[in-house]
């Protein structure tokens, strides 16, 4: 997908590697629901590196949202989208973060049964929920900003995103 306005585009990739992060987390959930992984295992040890990295991109990406696209639209008369996202935005942080946590823990500490366990649980709540959140802003949210924001706003917008670290 490819729009004009440099924020959505921004936000559409951001969109795009966190489906290709949570389709990671799913293959290696799959491979390793009933054993778990061996403690060398490459591709485990990525995905918990960046399962513990995204954390703080997601939460970013979030914040910006409500803060600063939600308002906006709340001012042209389209909050109800805000309202709606921000509510799946309060059910998907938490989860993003235990399961981070537990990434960290697990790479520090090694792999465990319970702590696996909880991680696959915690992956199975959110999998699903994120890849469709994630669609669902690309398919409605980003399309209505890309019809209503001004050049004037998209410039700050996009600026104050590229610089919030």
């Known amino acids: ?21 949570v389709q990671r ?29 995204a954390e703080a991109e997601v939460a970013r990406h979030f914040t910006f949202e409500e803060q600063q696209l939600f308002p906006y639209l709340e001012a042209t008369g389209e909050g109800d989208i805000g309202a709606h ?13 235990r399961l981070a946590a537990l990434a960290r823990q ?17 992956a199975d709540d959110l999998c699903e929920p994120m890849t469709a959140h994630a669609q669902k802003e690309d398919m409605a949210l980003l399309p209505l900003l890309e019809e ?5 706003t998209e410039v700050r917008l996009y600026q104050e995103y590229a610089e919030t670290p």
């Open 1 to 21: 997908m490819s729009f004009a306005n440099r924020v959505n585009q921004m936000l559409n990739d951001e969109h795009a590697a966190v489906i290709a992060l």
């Open 25 to 53: 987390l799913e293959l290696v959930i799959a491979r390793h629901r009933r054993a778990l992984p061996a403690a060398d295992d490459p591709a485990v040890a990525q995905l918990l590196k960046d399962l513990a990295g």
């Open 148 to 152: 209503s924001m001004d050049a004037d």
């Open 106 to 122: 697990m790479s520090a500490q090694g792999f465990e049964g319970q702590k696996w366990s909880e991680f696959c649980r915690l």
């Open 85 to 97: 996202l921000t509510a799946e935005h309060a059910a998907l942080l938490p989860l993003w973060r």
